[in-house]
C-alpha cells in the first residue's frame, strides 16, 4: 500500500492503473476483466483524493485500534475522576445546593448522561463525603494513572500519523508534562463553572437590585454560554492534545483549524450522544444491562476517532504546506 502523504506515489499508480485499462481496452477484452480494471482505476483515482488520503492515512496507521485503547483508559480515567473531583467538591462547597447543581450541569454538558439515575453515579452519590478518605486516595490514584494512560494512546496514535518515532524523552518529564496537561484541563472546567455562575450573579443583581427585566438578555447570554464556552473548551482541549502532550510541530494555521474541527466534531458528538446512549438499549437482557457502560465506551471511542481523524487532516496539510514552501517556511 502507498503512503497516503505520498501523492505523487499515489499518482503514478492511478497513471498505471489507467494505461493498464487503455492497453485491455485496445486488446478487446472481455466484460469480466474490463469491469475489474474499471474498478481498480476508479479506486486508485479515489485514493488521491484528500477526502480518501485522510481516511486511508487514519487506516494505515491502525488509527481504530489507537482510538479503542485510548477510549479504554478514558473510561476508567472519567470513572475515578468522577468519583475523586466531586468528593473534594463536595468538602469543599458543602451543602449548596445550587453550585452543585451548577457543577452536575456544566459535567453533563461535556459528558452527556454520565451523572444521573441512569448514568454512572447519581448526584447525591457523589457529592456524599462519608467515608471519604480512603475512596477519595483511591480514585485520585486511579484517575491519575488512567489519565496519563490515555494521554499517552492519543499521543501515540496522532505521532504515528505524522510518522514521528516513539518521545525519546525521560520518562519522569512526559509524565510530568502529562499531568500538568490534565491540570490544566481541570482549571479550564473549573473556569468554565465560574463564568456560568458570575454571568448568572450578574444577570441576577442586575434584575433584583437595579430593577432592569432582563429575561430576553439572560436567555441570549445562557444560549452563548451552553454553545461558546463548550466550543471554546474543546479547541483548547484539542490545542493541549495536539501540541503540548503530543509533541507535534505543525504550522500553527493547521493547528488551531485542526483544533477547530477536533472542537465541532466534539461539540456534535456531545449534542448526539443522547440517541447514541438511547439507542444502546434494546431488548436484549445482557446488552441492556451494561447499555450505560457500553454507551459510555461508543462514546469514548467516537471521541478517540474524530481526534485522530483531525491529526490525520492535519498531516496531510502540513505535509502539502511542507511540498508547497519547504519545511523551514512551513513551520510557520
Known sequence: MVNPLDLEGLRRREVKARRAWGHARREGRGRASMFGLTLFWGLTRLDTTRGMRILNLFLFHYGTVMAAGAAYMMFFSVSAALVAGFSV??????????????IVALTNDALPGVIGEDGLATQEQLFDTEGFGLTLVVSLLVAAVASLSWINGLRSGIRSIFDRPLMDENVVVVKTRDLGVMLLLGTMLLAATATSLISESVLDFSEGVLGWNLNVLQGLVGTVITLAVPLILDVLVAVLIFRVA???????????????????????????????????????????????????????????????????????????????????????
Do not use: K
Not at 268 to 278: A, D
Not at 282 to 311: D, P
Open 89 to 102: 467538591a463536595g468538602l469543599v462547597i458543602g451543602g449548596d445546593q445550587e453550585l452543585q447543581d451548577t
Open 246 to 332: 503530543s509533541r507535534v510541530v505543525m504550522p500553527v494555521s493547521v493547528l488551531w483549524r485542526a483544533a477547530l474541527l477536533a472542537a465541532v466534531g466534539s461539540s456534535v458528538l456531545r449534542h448526539l450522544s443522547t440517541f447514541l446512549l438511547s439507542g444502546v438499549e434494546g431488548g436484549n437482557l445482557i446488552v441492556s444491562s451494561f447499555a450505560t457502560v457500553l454507551g459510555f465506551f461508543i462514546y469514548f471511542f467516537l471521541l478517540s476517532l474524530i481526534y485522530l481523524l483531525c491529526a490525520s487532516w492535519a498531516a496531510l496539510a502540513t505535509d502539502a504546506r511542507s511540498r508547497r514552501l519547504g519545511p523551514v517556511a512551513a513551520a510557520r
